[in-house]
């Protein structure tokens, strides 16, 4: 079945320093996501990108579709990115459902 | 804040009980889909609705339902609760474009009701 694994499983970071995420997924991507759960547990949206590059303030994320992976950058962290991140493939043949991964918890120390 | 509503934020119920999730979407989107994040079993898809339609089911207990109403509103029903039914639902809903592998389904998700059954 598709898989989507996310690596490291977890992360702790000094403030103002940077990080790489990467979410590997086991089948062409129609549309790929990345999440961030606040310690609260709201899921917030982050990126919707099938493919290529996007950059939001000091987060970035890359697709490369034709290696089924994705990374998102974050630089200079604050306490605030603390949470967990997610990444989830939606799969457009059976009903649009997203399958996430396992996540990548982050802890930014001050 | 994405736009989508979920209430009640909290639920605590005894086993056995029924209890009833409500979502309301973003303004224009026609999609309602329901998720369950629970520790073991991290997130997971669990109903898809598309304009008052079911569209897909996920792994879907038999003791839950779901419904989406013509003001586009849905309702999670889950019944005969068990202590594994404690988890977070979230709600989320998306407008869908374009086709097949071209489909544009960005899904916007609601802050989440957390169940718990004791």
């Known amino acids: 079945g598709i898989q989507v694994e996310q690596s490291p499983p977890d992360l702790i970071l000094q403030e103002g320093a940077n990080s790489t995420l990467r979410c590997n997924f086991s089948?062409?991507?129609?549309?790929l996501q990345w999440f961030h759960q606040n310690p609260w547990g709201q899921l917030i949206n982050l990126f919707y990108i099938p493919s290529g590059t996007k950059q939001n303030g000091r987060l970035s994320a890359t697709t490369v579709a034709t290696e089924r992976y994705s990374l998102l950058y974050i630089s200079s962290s604050q306490t605030t990115d603390s949470g967990v991140y997610f990444c989830a493939e939606m799969i457009y043949n059976q009903g649009g459902k997203l399958i996430f991964g396992q996540g990548t918890e982050l802890s930014v120390k001050p | 804040d994405s736009g989508v509503t979920q209430t009640p934020k909290h639920l605590i119920t005894a086993t056995g009980q029924r209890v009833t999730l409500r979502c309301s979407p973003r303004s224009g989107d026609l999609s309602v889909y329901w998720y369950q994040q629970s520790l073991d079993q991290g997130l997971q898809f669990l109903i898809h609705?598309?304009?008052?339609?079911?569209?897909a089911k996920g792994n879907i207990l038999e003791r839950f339902s779901a419904q989406q109403f013509p003001d586009l509103h849905s309702e999670l029903n889950l019944s005969s609760l068990e202590l594994g039914d404690s988890a977070l639902y979230f709600c989320a809903s998306s407008v869908i474009s374009g086709s097949g592998a071209s489909i544009h389904n960005e899904q916007f998700f609601g802050p989440g009701t957390r169940l718990t059954v004791l």
């Open positions: 609705y598309y304009n008052g339609e079911e569209r």
């Open positions: 089948d062409s991507v129609n549309n």
